[in-house]
T-cell receptor, first 115, second 112 residues
């Protein structure tokens, strides 16, 4: 299993540009998440999904959109990029199968700079 | 909603000494408390977790304690080694809930 795969690893955007961060998992996990991690800070939840066709906002959703058309893929869309969106973005997934399956599996992250 | 506070934000200890990181949570319904370790430039990884039906859990040199009455839990690392240098995150959620709330992280440095 590849686990959780994120692309790209690095990206520089100009203010106002748009882009999509890709996330795919091959563990058949129902739950998927997008977090951002600002320098020296913790993980803030942007959006999450509990299954194909279902998404919900996290703590910091403004400026982002997501979709979940398949169990495997959970792309994050940035529209009109702003310097405040400079961050490291982590995608994560986990099984929905009860109390013994709460471990989050993280992707390797995308370092995004908006200049 | 749940709020998790983590202290200290940075911690420096001599190799071989012990390190303790503390977290408090706000929602008394929370009953699942994992700890994640993030090495420099790497992804966070689960190192240990505890559920509210136990007060302490150990795994080799790491242990987690939970005080439900005071709503705080702690990570203890004994006999620290250079490879323990990393950022550690605590988190809390209601067991089976869809969302995990993370603390702000602690940067632990082990000095040789």
């Amino acid at each position: 299993n590849a686990g959780v795969t994120q692309t790209p690893k690095f990206r520089i955007l100009k203010i106002g540009q748009s882009m999509t961060l890709q996330c795919a998992q091959d563990m058949n996990h129902n739950y998927m998440y997008w977090y951002r991690q600002d320098p020296g800070m913790g993980l803030k939840l942007i959006y999450y999904s509990v299954g194909a066709g279902i998404t919900d906002k996290g703590e910091v959703p403004n400026g982002y959109n997501v979709s979940r058309s398949t169990t495997e893929d959970f792309p994050l869309r940035l529209e009109l990029a702003a310097p405040s969106q400079t961050s490291v973005y982590f995608c994560a997934s986990r099984s929905s199968g009860g109390a013994t399956n709460e471990k989050l599996f993280f992707g390797s992250g995308t370092q995004l700079s908006v200049l | 909603g749940e709020n998790v506070e983590q202290h200290p934000s940075t911690l420096s200890v001599q190799e071989g000494d012990s390190a303790v990181i503390k977290c408090t949570y706000s929602d008394s319904a929370s009953n699942y408390f994992p700890w994640y370790k993030q090495e420099l430039g790497k992804r966070p990884q689960l190192i240990i977790d505890i559920r509210s039906n136990v007060g302490e859990k150990k795994d080799q040199r790491i242990a987690v304690t939970l005080n439900k009455t005071a709503k705080h839990f702690s990570l203890h690392i004994t006999e620290t080694q250079p490879e323990d240098s990393a950022v550690y995150f605590c988190a809390a959620s209601i067991q089976g809930a869809q969302k995990l709330v993370f603390g702000q992280g602690t940067r632990l440095t082990i000095n040789p």
